[in-house]
C-alpha cells in the first residue's frame, strides 16, 4: 500500500521551511550578521519562526506517517496535514512581523498542539485496535 497523503503534507512543508530560512539569510546579508542576532529584533523573530516550524513539524509528519502506517481513515491524515499546513503559516505570519499578532500566532500553535493531540491519540487508539489483528 502506497503512502501518498504523507508525502504530499511533507512536500508542501518543506516549500514552507526553504521559504522561511531564506527570510533569515537575507536578513543576515542584510545586516551583516553571520552568527546569531547581534540584538536584531528582526532577525532573532525569523530565526524564531524557522526554529520554531523546525522544532514540531517533524514530529508532527511522524504522527501523520504512523496514521497511514495504522490505516487510519484517509481524511483523518488529509485533516492532519491541513491543519498543521494552516497552523504553520498562521505562526509565522503572527511572529514573524512587527508588531506581532497575538491571535494569528495563538491559533497556529492551537492548530499544531491539536495535529499533535489528535495524531498522538488515533496513533494510540489505532494501536489497541490493531493490536488484535497482529497476532
Not at 542584510?30 to 552568527?35: H, L, N, T
Not at 483523518?76 to 494569528?104: K, N, Q, W
Amino acid at each position: 500500500m502506497p503512502f501518498i497523503v504523507t508525502p504530499l503534507y511533507a512536500g508542501i512543508l518543506a516549500l514552507i521551511y526553504v521559504y522561511l530560512a531564506i527570510r533569515v539569510v537575507a536578513l543576515r546579508r542584510k545586516f551583516w550578521i553571520s552568527i546569531g542576532d547581534k540584538g536584531n529584533e528582526q532577525l532573532l523573530r525569523q530565526q524564531r519562526v524557522h526554529g520554531n516550524f523546525a522544532e514540531y513539524v517533524p514530529l508532527c509528519l511522524l504522527l501523520m506517517l504512523f496514521t497511514e502506517l495504522q490505516i487510519v481513515l484517509v481524511w483523518a491524515t488529509h485533516a492532519l496535514g491541513a491543519a498543521l499546513v494552516a497552523g504553520r503559516i498562521l505562526h509565522a505570519l503572527g511572529v514573524g512581523r512587527e508588531p506581532e499578532s497575538l491571535t494569528m500566532r495563538t491559533y497556529g500553535m492551537l492548530l499544531t498542539f491539536a495535529v499533535l493531540i489528535v495524531g498522538g491519540l488515533l496513533n494510540i487508539v489505532y494501536y489497541f485496535l490493531m493490536m488484535n489483528f497482529a497476532g
